[in-house]
């Protein structure tokens, strides 16, 4: 199995950029999804297949990939956007593997 | 509207079972591989288990493999996990989730959850 390290914790102001990284060594190979989860809340998915967005969510939501590392972008960030946002990947029925998930805090 | 919604949670002693549910509505059920993805108290995410469109094939997180049971029951739109031999730190919310149907292993809908602890 391989692992996805995400930073325990990031801080922005409101409007500034939020940028939430993922790193595994398995990446260059494999899509990465992002969720976020608000305290108490299920989570919920905001970019699949490193950049795509569902709809629905936010265009100031974006992600991207380079190498071992894919990052998700919160642009104008928003006192709404503050919760747990992890990355998870997946290559079979059976070798899901999740980040252990960043919370962002909105100062 | 789509939904998932879990029902079975509750205190449970070590050693014991439990059988979660998951109730689907508004969506084909029949189209989606299911999962069951659990998050102890706080901690990250763990995927559980699967189980494909027509109940074929399960596949289980190893911690849990000869305990859990994945199931379902298309007639009804509902999702199962049974749980036996519980330990302590099987003791976490346990989400529902619909896995995407393009092609690609991720979740694009989750249930609420429902909260299992495992304590004497």
């Known amino acids: 199995s391989y692992e996805l390290t995400q930073p325990p914790s990031v801080s922005v102001s409101p409007g500034q950029t939020a940028r939430i990284t993922c790193s595994g060594d398995?990446?260059?190979?494999?899509?990465a999804y992002w969720y976020q989860q608000k305290p108490g809340q299920a989570p919920v998915l905001v970019i699949y297949?490193?950049?795509e967005r569902p709809s629905g969510i936010p265009e100031r939501f974006s992600g991207s990939s380079s190498g071992t590392t894919v990052t998700l972008t919160i642009s104008g960030v928003q006192a709404e956007d503050e919760a747990a946002y992890y990355c998870q990947s997946a290559d079979t029925a059976d070798t899901w593997v999740f980040g252990g998930g960043t919370k962002l805090t909105v100062l | 509207e789509v939904q998932l919604v879990e029902s079975g949670g509750g205190l449970v002693h070590p050693g014991g079972s439990l059988r979660l549910a998951c109730a689907a509505s508004g969506l084909t059920f029949t189209n989606y591989w299911m999962s069951w993805v659990r998050q102890a108290p706080g901690k990250g995410l763990e995927w559980v288990a699967n189980i494909k469109k027509d109940g074929s094939d399960k596949y289980y997180v190893d911690s849990v493999k000869g305990r859990f049971t994945i199931s379902r029951d298309n007639a009804k739109n509902s999702l199962y996990l049974q749980m036996s031999s519980l330990r302590a730190e099987d003791t976490a919310v346990y989400y529902c989730?619909?896995?995407?149907?393009?092609?690609?292993?991720?979740?694009?809908?989750w249930g609420r959850g429902t909260l299992v602890t495992v304590s004497s």
């Open positions: 989730a619909r896995i995407a149907t393009d092609g690609w292993w991720y979740f694009d809908l």
């Open positions: 398995a990446l260059p190979k494999k899509y």
């Open positions: 297949k490193d950049a």
